[in-house]
């Protein structure tokens, strides 16, 4: 099994800034894609950004020129860097990691346990 481990998240002013954390632990072969969701009270999670072992990022149109993603594939850890944060970020943010775990043949996407992004003055 894998586990995977939320910080980072709290209360912020419009215009600030947070970074998420996210490491992932267990009996892991490989993590193929990463990515960061949200869901806001209400309403269906929501794919943030999403990045590939290689590197290569893909963002929400909502979030483009102020997130980055980014991961330390030695440590299994994916970042999401949120800059000048809107209310409308206001959310649970959870990220997710296709691994292959020992033993299976196949990956599965596994979830982290969410953590809450807050942006009010």
């Known amino acids: 099994q894998v586990q995977l481990v939320e910080s980072g998240g709290g209360l912020v002013q419009p215009g600030g800034s947070l970074r998420l954390s996210c490491a992932a632990s267990?009996?892991?072969?490989?993590?193929?894609?990463m990515a960061w969701y949200l869901q806001a009270p209400g309403k269906q999670r929501e794919l943030v950004a999403v990045?590939?072992?290689?590197?290569?990022?893909n963002y929400a149109d909502s979030v483009k020129g102020r997130f980055t993603i980014s991961r330390d594939n030695a440590k299994n850890t994916v970042y999401l860097q949120m800059n000048n944060l809107k209310p409308e970020d206001t959310a649970v943010y959870y990220c997710?990691?296709?691994?292959?775990?020992?033993?299976?043949?196949?990956?599965?996407?596994?979830w982290g346990q969410g953590t809450q992004v807050t942006v009010s003055s």
């Open positions: 997710q990691a296709n691994t292959l775990v020992a033993g299976r043949r196949y990956a599965d996407n596994y």
């Open positions: 267990g009996s892991i072969v490989r993590i193929n894609v």
């Open positions: 990045i590939t072992s290689g590197g290569s990022t």
